[in-house]
């Protein structure tokens, strides 16, 4: 593998199509304002380096990035690639990973809107996240010990896992299909509408009007902070340990065991689901 280190490249594609290379205490800047520094390249490492200018990585194969920053100005960072690590690294550009594939990230700042987009297996581990749109359109994500802050997130993605994570987040999980989240706090308004085949199993759910018109929805063991209009045209198996502000409407077959509800709503011929209070003997058949 060939070195290169302590340099300054600005110019444009600068190491284009690079092969089996190692990029140390590098920095990508400067007044030619090139863009599109690695495009084409397979097997590159790369270890505190410095990213101010555009489109760094696209179309590559095989990716270590290292204890390095990615600026504002750093846009797009990451697209068409595939088989990446990102570890210690800052990426604070918009849209910093999109249509990618295989990617491993652990210990990353992440502040960048639309990111994630159309990602195909992504791994992430102890980062935080500032986004709007975050992970839109993905799938196969399993994420541990991740803090995300920002609307719009987890939008139609599919076949996911999160654990033990926190997010803070206005209409995340809106027509997911297939996500477990176990040992979770999910705060935010509106949460996870049109979703199917989601189950939330041991999490605060914090917000107001969440999980409406949902299929094969699961809630196991979940505490419900300020929820009201939960569960509205939604079919749902959920055992809930906090009270709930209000339920309404939930469909046929619905099952929702739960020690105290404020008001149950039942204002339309289909919002028959079971309501049920834990201090009962009986259960929901």
Not at 49 to 74: K, Q, V
Request: some cysteine; hydrophobic content about 35%.
């Amino acid at each position: 593998m060939r070195t290169i280190q302590n340099q300054t490249f600005d110019a444009e594609r600068a190491l284009y199509g690079s092969k089996n290379l190692l990029v140390k205490n590098c920095s990508f800047d400067g007044p030619a304002d090139g863009e599109s520094a690695f495009k084409e390249s397979a097997n590159v490492e790369v270890q505190h380096c410095f990213f101010n200018l555009r489109y760094p990585f696209w179309h590559d194969h095989g990716l270590a990035i290292r204890d390095s920053e990615m600026t504002e100005l750093c846009r797009a960072a990451l697209w068409y690639s595939d088989h990446i690590e990102i570890t210690d690294t800052k990426l604070h550009g918009i849209k910093a990973l999109r249509e990618c594939a295989n990617v491993k990230m652990i210990g990353c700042d992440i502040v960048s809107p639309e990111f994630g987009w159309s990602v195909q297996g992504i791994e992430m581990e102890d980062c935080d996240a500032q986004s709007e749109y975050f992970m839109m359109r993905s799938a196969n994500l399993h994420f541990k010990n991740v803090r995300m802050k920002g609307k719009y997130s987890f939008q139609y993605i599919e076949d996911s896992v999160f654990e033990n994570c926190v997010f803070d987040t206005k209409d995340a999980f809106w027509h997911a299909k297939n996500i477990v989240v176990r040992d979770s706090v999910v705060k935010g308004e509106y949460l996870a509408w049109y979703c199917e085949n989601v189950t939330f199993e041991n999490c605060k759910i914090i917000g107001t009007q969440p999980l409406c018109y949902c299929k094969g929805l699961k809630l196991i063991n979940c505490e419900m902070i300020d929820c009201d209009l939960a569960f509205e045209r939604s079919e749902v198996e959920a055992t809930i340990t906090t009270p709930v502000l209000s339920i309404k409407n939930p469909l046929a077959d619905s099952c929702i065991t739960v020690p105290a509800v404020g008001e149950i709503i039942r204002d339309i011929e289909e919002g028959t689901g079971t309501v049920q209070l834990q201090e009962r003997e009986d259960a929901c058949a």
